[in-house]
């Protein structure tokens, strides 16, 4: 927006200076505090494993590139409750960029293996949600991401919906807005869409998701709406109750990389279902998925070099073809949607999906576990012992400055039609 007189910059100093509208949710839709229908348009952005939101130079070199690129919005997986965020949340709210949040720390997400959820958990969710309730800019948070990563992993699902359940109490008990709380999946075929609307199911409203999201590597190299499984991805959510988006993607395989799901998901086969994308990530790593770089690699042995020889500060360089062409993407507007005011969804919560064996193992009419209700104790959740041995996984761990997410991501391989997602934890 351009003023050319002064009397109209300074009206809109008054009016807008530090007043970015609040997202909420209505139906399957994102709105602003203005009216207006919010599409994410979004990058992964952690540069070092604890927290990417506590320097303010590196914020302020960062957000101005991400506003030239056409992003609205960053996903933050790990940050340091304690810490100050004042500054980095100001700067990109500056930039008209938001933030997803990711409420679980490496000591307190959810397992799919041995999965609980207890005060503990609760207790470190609640106190990063005390940290950023304030922020204009924040659009929400996960309650995890990529729990269940395992076609047999739908045990610890209800462990989810409870934490769910918790943090949307923890925000009305303090009177915080209604900061949207969701969940980021995995996608793994087996699961879907089962995980999506055992989270959107029930008629308590206080335990069920306030929108759900994907991440998907479902199109890669030259592909179409059709062949890519965004389809079906699109079939299976074209009655949800919440909005959904995509919390990742962009594949890098093959080579180059070009982005054209975006034009898809932003589109209008998929907009009036969809609420848009995160792409992953911002910083190149050692998992070549970035779009930007801080400098070449170096070697790791070398004095003061990081651990993986990636910077992971400096002036943001774009990663090319990479860059360039998401840019060429984001160049068009976004699609004006809906206005919140003529919206009236007519839009009921799926049924929750039975048990059924083999393939999705929970009983969704159970109640859900209570706070510190173990995966043995909750016996609803399980058929019989033999599926709760539970073999705790290496649980992951916090090294050095290495990717907080996956380093391998999940990789779509398309096999007679079908698409079979595979993630791992390394
Ligand atoms: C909750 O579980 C964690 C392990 O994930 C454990 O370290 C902690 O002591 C537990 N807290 C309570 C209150 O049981
Ligand atoms: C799921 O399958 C994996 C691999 O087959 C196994 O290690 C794990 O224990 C199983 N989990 C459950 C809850 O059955
Ligand atoms: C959409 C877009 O800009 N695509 C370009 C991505 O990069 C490759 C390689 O430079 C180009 O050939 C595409 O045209």
Redesign the pocket.
Do not use: I, K, L, R
């Given at each position: 927006m351009r003023c050319s007189s002064v009397l109209g910059a300074l009206w809109l100093t008054f009016t807008t200076a530090g007043a970015i509208p609040t997202i909420s949710t209505k139906g399957s839709k994102f709105f602003t505090s203005e009216g207006n229908q919010w599409f994410v348009r979004g990058v992964a952005y952690q540069l070092v494993p604890d927290d990417p939101l506590i320097d303010n130079d590196q914020c302020k070199l960062d957000a101005a590139l991400m506003e030239e690129l056409g992003a609205n919005a960053i996903r933050v997986y790990h940050v340091d409750p304690n810490a100050d965020h004042d500054d980095c949340m100001s700067t990109f709210a500056d930039a008209g960029i938001y933030l997803f949040l990711d409420l679980d720390t490496f000591d307190t997400q959810i397992e799919?293996?041995d999965a609980h959820w207890n005060r503990t958990q609760r207790d470190a969710f609640a106190k990063v949600m005390d940290a950023f309730y304030e922020y204009d800019n924040l659009a929400g948070f996960f309650v995890g991401n990529e729990v269940l990563t395992?076609?047999?992993?739908s045990?610890a699902a209800p462990f989810v919906k409870a934490a769910v359940r918790d943090m949307k109490a923890h925000r009305d008990e303090k009177n915080y807005r209604k900061i949207p709380i969701g969940y980021s999946a995995a996608d793994i075929s087996t699961l879907r869409p089962n995980l999506q609307n055992y989270l959107a199911c029930g008629s308590d409203r206080d335990e069920a998701i306030d929108f759900f999201a994907l991440n998907a590597y479902e199109w890669c190299g030259e592909t179409t709406f059709a062949e890519s499984g965004y389809v079906s991805l699109t079939n299976e959510i074209k009655n949800y109750p919440v909005p959904i988006f995509f919390s990742e993607t962009g594949c890098i395989v093959p080579r180059p990389r070009t982005f054209d799901d975006q034009p898809e998901i932003y589109g209008p086969r998929m907009n009036q279902y969809w609420s848009g994308s995160i792409v992953y990530e911002w910083i190149e790593e050692a998992n070549n998925y970035g779009i930007i770089s801080y400098g070449p690699k170096v070697d790791p042995a070398a004095t003061d070099a990081p651990p993986d020889g990636f910077t992971r500060s400096g002036t943001p360089t774009p990663v090319s073809p990479d860059f360039p062409n998401l840019s060429s993407h984001w160049a068009t507007p976004l699609p004006s949607g809906i206005r919140e005011n003529e919206y009236s969804p007519n839009l009921t919560p799926p049924p929750c999906p039975p048990r059924t064996s083999g393939v999705w193992n929970v009983d969704g009419s159970a109640a859900l576990p209570s706070l510190g209700q173990t995966f043995n104790s909750a016996a609803p959740t399980v058929t019989d012992d033999?599926?709760?041995?539970?073999?705790p996984?290496a649980t992951p761990t916090k090294t050095g400055a290495a990717s907080p997410a996956r380093e391998v991501k999940g990789v779509a391989v398309g096999l007679a039609g079908v698409f079979l997602g595979v993630a791992w934890w390394l």
């Open positions: 799919q293996n395992h076609p047999n992993g045990v033999s599926t709760s041995d539970a073999a996984s």
